[in-house]
């Protein structure tokens, strides 16, 4: 694995377990949610501009994301 995509996947993890944090539910619940509602893809294609910012801004982000796909978890 190159440098690059472990920074990103290991930048997903925390994020996954914020989400997980801020929203009261499992770390395997925040997965799926994310996952089901492009949330994971969002980290991914947007990490050189989401990293940049703290992580409660880069959570509301995926939160708004996910909403706009379908997703019911504020």
């Known amino acids: 694995m190159q440098e690059k995509e472990r920074k990103i ?8 377990g ?11 619940e925040a997965y799926l949610y994310l996952r ?4 994971i893809a969002f980290l991914k294609e947007c990490y050189e501009a ?4 703290g992580l409660d801004n880069t959570i ?3 939160k708004e994301v996910c909403k ?4 019911k978890i504020e």
């Open 9 to 16: 996947m290991e930048y997903i993890v925390m994020c996954i």
């Open 18 to 28: 914020e989400f997980a944090s801020q929203t009261k539910i499992t770390q395997k």
């Open 36 to 39: 089901d509602f492009g949330g």
């Open 50 to 53: 989401e990293h940049t910012l």
């Open 60 to 62: 509301e982000d995926v």
């Open 68 to 71: 706009n796909n379908g997703g």
